[in-house]
């Protein structure tokens, strides 16, 4: 090794001894008789001193080294007159008595500070340097030990780790997939799996019971800022197990990691069918951090000579505890937001439950203080809160309820990311109508299962028909979800049927796993969690991008390698493809 | 669950005992008043027991279940008065009083049993049913288990697991990408990694330290039987390290592997220069489980007048111990071994060291009995051995030789599967000279650092420069190889200058490593081991195929989703893409 300790293990302990450090320069400061050198590696910094009286070639020689240098410094550890209580190291400093420089470092176009001076796309460009900021170092470590202990947990369930491949069918259900031309078979193609759903599904027909994978999976879709073109799942299934153990098993996974990794014993899983999710708070993942339940107002706002609400399929509100005090300024923000595109709410009506005991509406010339007096006690409101009130289509008024909802708790300041408010929603429809195609989409995909008491009404009224699907909701992020899946030929065929495909498409695309289901195949069920959500959960960030050692831009691009990028024409003709742009 | 234990864990502690099992039908036997049904999952098989006297109908019921059948049977836990001690649960049976089918099952195709009768490519298409075979339900389980013991031990010594992408940039040194078109980005395409070599050479600049990963990569080769276009590597990386360190370290690793996994203390490794491998064993992977090594024989053997030696670059043998009594038919057998074409050696001389003392060989004519007693002296040979000689041009010869000592090998039974001889073959030249393209390439890859005492000879004799570069070899496999790498700008474009590589070529396709470079590159080094061959070493088996859960074939089709396959015209539309046939 070229070194003998690292830069974050000297205390006190080492006085006296010679030691040898290797790392990168954080900063040098010259005081005239004295240079300090701060040397940086993964594991901490600490203080070298060169001094003029005592070696004036060596001092000089420190001088001229610049930020991010790599440097080799030996001498001995000494305690330091002006300890530094904030670093593991503050206790001691060396006094340098050789010193190599292993590679020298241009002027780095951004400061490697907690808090870097770059923008984001310099810092994309150099994402190597920017890796090297202790909050994506720390985000790195949190990510390896995630990893680390959920296979840790599942292995002790019985869990086997197996691998899929990558080089699979393309199939036209669900997301775009990437395509991979074959050399060897002229003309056809590989995809990159979405996800390796009928794999698992075929480990359990072969009798592995339990099996997990932390995997890769690809999506080619239009990105958005919160999603990646590859991005890696914690992939599960197990065999002989009901909605209910599944569950469990999992909700035991999200307690262990919080546990090992944050030391944080989180409460039970709440269960919320997603009727009620939808009807209470707008959305299929609700943030439990907070209340401010909706209450539907249809009844009493409506019929009142009020043209905008007697229009509406329905009248929703919330009660934002404590803003009666709002001003008009504030109110119209609120009203801007809920009008933007990406919202969409028509308007916004709001109650005050003034101090004294009386209302104050946007809507006063339709409703007297006793109707609205009715309104708030619907939402238990007290003196000094504010009520919200969308109104329209119950759709988008839901959604964008839902929207203002979580702008309130954030200006509340209800959504603390150190308290963690776990949920399983339960009851997902099977199936969801899409405008554009005419016809019925699976809501989670087509290899989950109706509930038995709904199978009926799978040709009869197929958007009636729930599954047995779950979601794992962590403070308002879509962790991951599952399902019980189909494990009879016939149903899967009925499935397909509902979903459009002829019986030859269907056996040419997924012939494989329902011919395998002829063989054996056993109930099963399983989870996939996004993995670079959760550990962005972890760390109490938003954007999955700093939780992702080289991850693509929103174009898909990777700016640091320049990709993706024109391939020779000579690997065209091998491929027996032309470009036709 | 719907089960309250598996079929592998009941014994004499439970009888008496409500249970509940779930599984597949290994087999039933009718006995007139009695059937037997064993019941088998991933744990183990049970004993299932219907008596027609206490229960008619369901011994009638259990009587129609054929083979493959998933069931769910309860009963009591009944001690057998006959048992089994070759399995676990051997000595209990269930008496059932409740049966239900989960899921019916056509006759499979081939026997679920460990020597199954179905033919390769029946059990590739089939391989859900494969999978269920005991051996190969062994071979995930060891693999599981390697993965994450291999995790343990590298997270213990503080490397970190960091994800890398998959959606990289082609270029053309080394074996051919696989390429993947992207919509968003028209006419250009990514390349799947063959290792993710730069990235984390880039995460050793970014003072990452010690990364690892279990990861998949990616080779679009003509397939042999013993390769698979995706594969799995255990890649590593260090900083501040000598190749010592490293060699080290992964020595740990092997070691710790074998204690954990198979119980066995392996011997610490051999080191071997290249060029010693190659003048002893005539390969760079020598098996060391046993000696043969190559004796030259051109200072005793030339100019004698025997023309085929004379011409001879090389004159080379083994000693094959206490075979001085093959016959004739023996011998032609070994001549047509090595005339073999993919052997190539012209022909095979041999020397019998009778037991009387005496020497008879296929050139008697051209040799007298003092001269071939010379030869045997060389080899400290004893009566009763057999000297095997093959001459020719240098490479082509040791070449053969490697292979006719191998095959000696297994005719004395020298290469027991429980006996493990690791090596590390070090000094590795730097560069290869390829008559193809007329030019050298890189013998391990570009990044590959020489030995600093090599450097000045990397224009004068690029051949003669040896690397900073080792493989480890376990019983002659490669389990896998690396090195120190260059960490310096100019150096690196000096080496692709060496590679044939115009600047703008070095830059276009290696410019973000080589940038990184100017900003602080520490000396780092590392290596990548086969995860699948080391799996299939542990296995005791050559073919890395059954250690794989979907592996394709050898013109790389998955035979059981039939993959690679057409894609739709639309898909190759939103690609701009053509097939050109």
């Known amino acids: ?88 190291t503050g206790e001691i400093e060396i006094i340098v008595d050789s010193l190599e420089v292993l590679s020298p470092s241009k002027t780095p176009p951004f400061t490697i500070e907690d808090k870097s001076d770059g923008g984001d796309e310099l810092r994309m460009k150099f994402r190597y340097l920017d890796l090297r900021r202790n909050p994506l170092k720390k985000n790195m470590q949190l990510r390896h030990k995630m990893a680390l202990e959920t296979r840790s947990y599942l292995d002790s369930l019985g869990f086997f780790e197996i691998e899929t491949p990558f080089l699979i069918k393309s199939t036209p259900e669900g997301a775009r997939d990437f395509v991979v031309p074959s050399r060897m078979n002229e003309g056809q193609f590989y995809a990159l799996p979405q996800s390796p759903q009928t794999f698992k599904q075929l480990l359990m027909v072969a009798g592995y019971d339990r099996y997990f994978q932390i995997v890769r999976c690809f999506r080619d879709e239009d990105l958005r800022a919160d999603r990646q073109p590859e991005f890696t799942l914690i992939d599960c299934e197990m065999s002989f197990v009901t909605q209910e153990d599944i569950l469990t098993t999992f909700e035991g996974l999200a307690k262990h990691l919080f546990k090992k990794v944050k030391g944080v014993e989180i409460e039970d899983f709440s269960w919320m069918p997603y009727s009620e999710a939808m009807k209470y708070y707008g959305s299929d993942k609700p943030d439990l951090r907070f209340g401010m339940k909706f209450v539907e107002l249809n009844d009493v706002a409506q019929n009142k000579g009020f043209k905008v609400f007697d229009d509406s399929e329905l009248v929703v509100g919330i009660n934002a505890k404590g803003c009666g005090n709002y001003s008009r300024k504030q109110l119209d923000k609120l009203t801007d937001f809920v009008r933007k595109p990406q919202i969409g709410a028509k308007g916004l009506v709001y109650v005050k439950y003034n101090e004294d005991g009386s209302f104050k509406s946007s809507v006063d010339k339709f409703f007297d203080q006793e109707v609205l007096k009715s309104w708030t006690e619907k939402f238990g409101a007290k003196p000094g809160d504010l009520i919200l009130i969308i109104s329209g289509d119950k759709d988008k008024t839901r959604k964008a309820l839902s929207e203002l909802r979580l702008e309130m708790g954030n200006r509340l300041e209800l959504r603390n990311p150190n308290i963690f408010k776990p949920l399983w929603v339960v009851d997902f429809p099977l199936l969801e109508w899409n405008e554009d195609s005419q016809r019925f989409h699976a809501m989670h995909h087509p290899f989950t299962s109706p509930k038995k008491e709904d199978i009926d009404k799978m040709e009869s009224d197929p958007g009636a028909v729930r599954a047995n699907a779950y979601d794992m909701v962590i403070n308002g992020v879509e962790i991951g979800g599952g399902s019980i899946r189909i494990h009879n030929k016939d149903l899967q065929k009925q499935m397909f049927k509902v979903l459009g495909f002829t019986d030859e498409e269907a056996q040419n695309q997924f ?37 992702i050692a080289f991850p693509k831009n929103n174009a898909g691009k990777d700016m640091m390698i320049d990709s993706p990028s024109e391939i020779s024409e000579e690997q065209l003709d091998e491929l027996k493809l032309k470009v036709v742009l």
Chains 1, 2 share one sequence.
């Open 1 to 88: 090794m070229l070194r003998t300790h690292t830069c974050g293990e000297l205390n006190i302990k080492h006085i006296g001894q010679e030691v040898t450090l290797s790392g990168w320069v954080q900063k040098s400061r010259d005081l005239g008789g004295m240079t300090f050198i701060d040397i940086r590696d993964r594991y901490g910094i600490t203080q070298l001193v060169f001094n003029m009286e005592m070696n004036k070639s060596l001092c000089e020689q420190a001088r001229k080294i610049g930020r991010e240098f790599v440097i080799q410094a030996s001498g001995k550890v000494t305690e330091r007159s002006n300890k530094n209580p904030k670093i593991l």
């Open 511 to 547: 012939g494989f796993l329902m011919n395998a289901f002829e063989y054996g195949a056993p109930p099963h069920g399983g989870i996939a969690l996004g993995f670079d959500r959760l550990v962005a959960l972890f760390g109490g960030s938003d954007s999955i991008r700093d939780y």
